[in-house]
């Protein structure tokens, strides 16, 4: 689900300029909201099984982390709970059936305005090009410049992939022939493999705001120190593989920039 409304809001990024209109932002301010109703319950999640289970048996802190999986299973549960009201509410129906008619009917699609007249009668091979090329392009500058960014500019730098690896999926179909989709598949495997360096890097940022919140009670206890323990245990090790996925973001970079471009 989580997947789905990122790549409808790629979707609505990607075609900003002929989806202008009163319309347009409740809808996308909307789909932000729900999203984020989403998002704790993945972040306990990935937490719990990649950081946190498989430590099983092999940390020096046996006790600690069990003490935090448990304080970590409740605070997942709690999240679920909130992701499962979104879906129940009033709130979640009103926004399928208000993006649904906006995308089928909206203003956007009928206007007389020549402006948006001529965005909507532009060759959809002519401005996919121009699209892919200028994302692709601030990607690569971005990148450049990889040690320098600090860990919000590394969260920007992952989505800016991600829709740039969404965007090529959306326009496959205006792209055919062989040599370009063995180029597009080629493109889309590198971009998903920064993708997945730069969200972990992205994880272990989420991780160390988790760790505070773990950590910080005003009324100390033993339980209490032993997760804060265990946090700053598998935070430490993060801290550590840090580098290492910086230098992966970076050598997977070179390949992008010497890849020939498919809308070409």
Same mark, same amino acid.
């Given at each position: 689900m989580r997947v789905g %409304? =990122? =790549? @409808? *809001? $790629? /979707?609505? &990024?990607?075609?900003?300029?002929l989806l202008q209109g009163p319309e347009a932002e409740p809808i996308k301010t909307e789909l932000k909201w729900l999203t984020e109703q989403l998002g704790p319950a993945r972040d306990f999640d990935v937490l719990l099984e990649k950081r946190v289970r498989p430590l099983r048996g092999a940390a020096p802190i046996p006790k600690q982390l069990g003490v935090l999986e448990r304080d970590l299973e409740a605070k997942r549960a709690g999240a679920l709970e909130r992701a499962k009201a979104a879906v129940d509410s009033d709130r979640y129906r009103a926004i399928g059936l208000r993006t649904a008619l906006w995308l089928v009917n909206g203003a956007w699609s009928s206007s007389q305005d020549p402006v948006t007249v001529s965005r909507r009668d532009r060759p959809a091979g002519e401005f996919a090009a121009e699209i892919l090329a200028k994302r692709s392009k601030r990607i690569l500058k971005k990148i450049a410049d990889i040690e320098a960014l600090d860990a919000y500019g590394r969260h920007k730098l992952r989505i800016a992939v991600k829709k740039l690896r969404y965007a090529c999926e959306f326009f496959s179909g205006l792209f055919d022939g062989r040599r370009r989709t063995v180029q597009r598949n080629r493109l889309g495997r590198i971009l998903k493999s920064l993708q997945d360096a730069l969200g972990t %890097?992205?994880?272990? +940022?989420? !991780? =160390? *705001? @988790? #760790? #505070? $919140?773990? /950590? !910080?009670? *005003?009324?100390? &206890? =033993? +339980?209490? &120190? +032993?997760? #804060? %323990? #265990?946090?700053?245990?598998?935070?430490g090790q993060e801290q550590q593989q840090t580098t290492r996925y910086i230098a992966a973001v970076k050598e997977t970079s070179a390949r992008l920039t010497d890849l020939p471009k498919f809308w070409k």
């Open positions: %409304l =990122r =790549r @409808l *809001r $790629t /979707a609505i &990024s990607v075609f900003k300029e %890097l992205n994880d272990f +940022e989420v !991780h =160390r *705001r @988790l #760790a #505070a $919140t773990v /950590a !910080h009670r *005003r009324k100390r &206890s =033993r +339980e209490q &120190s +032993e997760k #804060a %323990l #265990a946090m700053g245990f598998i935070t």
